[in-house]
């Protein structure tokens, strides 16, 4: 069986990637990656529409892991405005 977006996350909803760490870049990432995989469009959706509501917030706390991460961040920020699954 394949897990879909939110057990993988364990949350609720597929852009917060644990209680204590909501709008953390790497659950959209993950969540968003999982819902394409699985074809899940509506989960796909959702993690692209609340990534972009949380990415310029988030990218401003300078953390060092979206640094490392920037390549993957981009990829999935140009699929979220253009609406489209990433390949």
């Not at 989960?43 to 972009?52: R, S």
């Amino acid at each position: 069986m394949v897990p879909s977006a939110d057990d993988i996350r364990g949350e609720g909803r597929t852009g917060a990637p644990a209680s204590e760490n909501p709008g953390h870049l790497s659950g959209y990432l993950i969540g968003g990656t999982v819902a394409r995989w699985t074809r899940d469009e509506g989960a796909l959706a959702d993690a692209y529409a609340e990534f972009l509501g949380d990415v310029g917030a988030e990218l401003a706390e300078g953390r060092l892991q979206y640094e490392k991460h920037r390549a993957s961040i981009h990829e999935f920020r140009q699929a979220a405005v253009g609406g489209r699954a990433e390949s």
